[in-house]
């Protein structure tokens, strides 16, 4: 099963969606990021892991890639821990996979599972708006997206473990 969760790449002011693709099959345990991931992306990976672990989830003992797509568009910074890691807890079925579809997430992840403030949350929140989703992200954002619209759902947690009690 391959979860699937949008966020966005930024090019100057515009946010451009991605897909966040996490499959969990069998083969060498470790985690792949593809889709040509800057090294803050390919960082996540270990933010990804220990937040997960924090918030009482572990990896699984399976093969883990993770499709940034499209291939061709350059992902750069932090912001896509927090989408990385839902999409993972989609395919672990710890949260139901079709809650997700409805937003756009980005967020960076501290190891001990809290969700770090990022840049660009209002051209985020205004790129969801346009495609008519939600907004997921960093409870410090939370304000900063708001200015998109005013009618329109925005969850800003605080941790990996608000979001799945939410």
């Not at 979860?3 to 985690?31: H, L, N, S």
């Not at 409805?102 to 660009?120: C, F, P, Q, R």
């Not at 907004?135 to 800003?156: N, Q, R, S, T, V």
Request: glycine content about 10%; some cysteine; proline content about 7%.
């Amino acid at each position: 099963m391959v979860a699937r969760v949008r966020t966005v790449a930024f090019q100057g002011i515009e946010a451009v969606p991605v897909d966040v693709q996490v499959m969990i099959a069998p083969g060498k345990v470790g985690m792949h990021i593809v889709g040509l991931p800057d090294k803050a992306v390919a960082e996540s990976r270990e933010r990804v892991q220990a937040a997960l672990h924090a918030s009482g989830l572990s990896m699984p003992s399976k093969k883990v890639t993770v499709n940034l797509a499209p291939a061709d568009l350059p992902k750069e910074g932090s912001h896509y821990d927090l989408p990385i890691a839902l999409g993972l807890m989609a395919a672990l079925g710890a949260i139901p996979g079709d809650m997700l579809a409805g937003y756009v997430v980005l967020g960076e992840l501290s190891l001990d599972g809290t969700i770090a403030a990022v840049a660009g949350a209002l051209p985020a929140a205004i790129g969801a708006n346009a495609e008519n989703k939600g907004l997921i992200c960093p409870f410090g954002c939370g304000p900063e997206a708001a200015w998109a619209g005013k009618d329109f759902d925005i969850l800003a947690p605080r941790s990996l473990i608000a979001i799945a009690n939410h």
